[in-house]
């Protein structure tokens, strides 16, 4: 679960997405990279590049802190952040703004845990605005139907699953089986509902990250605007120790 202490970068709604606003549906991810720092950019329109609604910055590079803002720029507010947490160094503290006047800002944990057949991420926070009850929430990898659907995607990448309310939010170690990947009308064959899919881009690329779409529950916007954010910041935060992953086997290969 998360804290509701204050975070060191003050952190602010944007317009677009107070009034229980939440994220567009469908966000396309690209990144550009320079020798000081990376930018990612989101938008809801097929090529981020040209028109950006959202601009996350790694100043210090791949394995630096993240920030998200509104805008197609590094001039806008920060609307959110994102650094390395607990011992290991595995998790991320996710930042989120203060919801309505009079709220606070608040971190939430995205948990890493690995196992001898898979890798999960996962979190627990309340939805559904102030007062909601907590869920946890968990992203599997798939080649799944869900991700296979996505427009121009790869056809693999990572499905967000909803576990509910009694499925653990408390919990450390994430133990929880995946029971398969394939299931029916929007559910894993566990029975849980997929609230938001990531495929990675159909097409080699050095600047295409991917493409990201929330389902079902999580497309409505009854599960809130800071679940909203947290969801695609989870998945940046994923997508940054993956980079992390592959810039680290490259020195690893090249001292070989």
Not at 100 to 119: F, I, S
Request: with cysteine; charged share 15%; glycine share 16%.
């Amino acid at each position: 679960m998360g804290s509701s202490h204050s975070q060191p970068t003050p952190l602010t709604l944007p317009p677009s997405l107070t009034n229980n606003h939440t994220l567009p549906t469908r966000i396309s991810a690209a990144y550009q990279k320079s020798w000081r720092k990376i930018t990612l950019l989101l938008s809801d329109a097929s090529d981020p590049a040209n028109t950006p609604t959202y601009t996350l910055t790694l100043n210090q590079g791949w394995y630096g802190s993240m920030t998200m803002r509104a805008g197609p720029d590094v001039s806008g507010p920060p609307l959110a952040t994102a650094h390395h947490a607990g011992r290991m160094r595995q998790d991320f503290s996710v930042g989120l703004p203060a919801l309505g006047k009079g709220g606070v800002q608040r971190a939430e944990v995205l948990r890493y845990v690995v196992g001898w057949r898979h890798e999960t991420y996962w979190f627990a926070m309340a939805v559904g605005g102030d007062g909601g009850g907590v869920e946890r929430f968990e992203w599997r990898r798939s080649r799944g139907g869900e991700v296979k659907g996505v427009k121009r995607g790869s056809g693999w990448g990572w499905k967000l699953v909803r576990m509910g309310a009694g499925a653990g939010a408390g919990e450390e170690d994430g133990g929880h089986g995946h029971g398969g990947d394939e299931g029916a009308n929007g559910l894993t064959s566990d029975g849980k509902e997929v609230v938001a899919v990531w495929a990675n881009p159909g097409t080699l690329s050095f600047s295409k990250v991917g493409q990201f779409e929330f389902r079902g529950s999580g497309a409505t916007g009854e599960l809130g605007t800071l679940w909203s954010i947290m969801v695609v910041m989870s998945c940046m935060c994923i997508w940054q120790k993956s980079m992390q992953s592959a810039v680290t086997a490259g020195v690893v290969a090249g001292a070989a």
